[in-house]
């Protein structure tokens, strides 16, 4: 599939801290989905962006659906020793009638406090 | 939210073994699951789609063989991994895709390790 380009791999930060981070794509997304991962678990649902130049917050956490619809960012703002984890941007790209996700490679943030 | 179980949460097997894991869509209907795989320090890769009531579809590379799958309600889908081997050891994620919206929720995983 349609391969996410999800950037920066790794962040080390403090807490207190605000982090931004991106996906971008080749193809054209019609959704756009951010999940956590804890080690050792399933990933979580973020925040879900359904329509080109949607903002969204969730708590702490913005994230935007780019106009061209071929990139994404999420925001953290004050960040917290919690927020450790791996953060993954998603979606089906339209050529996937069936809905199944194509994955980031994730961003692996560290916040010490 | 939407959630989803797996079971087991993690199992430990012989080569050789089948092992089955469930993964159910607690307070929606999934009418679509899928599979995925994670090895250490990767992304999700997906195996395979599952449909209820009709046969799954599986990305290329994955044996349709070695990874049985059964979407017999639509609250439940199961992978089989049959015989097992030591390189089928990783973290399967399952998901479910509910709501009006078709969002998709995954469950905790489920940790194969075979020895």
């Known amino acids: 599939g349609q391969q996410l380009n999800q950037s920066p791999q790794s962040m080390f930060i403090q807490e207190g801290e605000d982090v931004s981070m991106n996906c971008t794509s080749s193809s054209i997304f019609n959704t756009w989905l951010w999940y956590k991962q804890d080690p050792g678990e399933g990933p979580v649902l973020l925040i879900a962006?359904?329509?080109?130049?949607e903002l969204t917050s969730n708590g702490r956490l913005t994230a935007q659906f780019g106009i061209t619809r071929k990139d994404s960012f999420l925001n953290i703002s004050a960040s917290i020793p919690s927020d450790v984890g791996i953060y993954f941007c998603a979606g089906p790209p339209l050529s996937n009638s069936g809905y199944a996700l194509n994955f980031g490679k994730g961003t692996s943030l560290l916040v010490t406090p | 939210g939407a959630v989803v179980s797996q079971h087991p949460s993690w199992v430990i097997c012989k080569s050789g073994t089948s092992v089955k894991i469930e993964c159910r869509s607690l307070d929606f209907q999934a009418t679509t699951m899928f599979w995925y795989r994670q090895f250490p320090k990767q992304s999700l890769m997906l195996m395979a789609t599952s449909n209820e009531g009709s046969k799954a579809t599986y990305e290329q590379g994955v044996e349709k063989d070695k990874f049985l799958i059964n979407h017999a309600s639509l609250t439940l889908s199961t992978l089989t991994v049959t015989s097992a081997h030591p390189e089928d050891s990783s973290f399967y994620i399952c998901?479910?895709?509910?709501?009006?919206?078709?969002?998709?929720?995954f469950g905790p995983g489920t940790r194969l390790l075979v020895l």
């Open positions: 998901s479910a895709r509910g709501g009006t919206l078709g969002t998709q929720y």
């Open positions: 962006l359904y329509k080109a130049g």
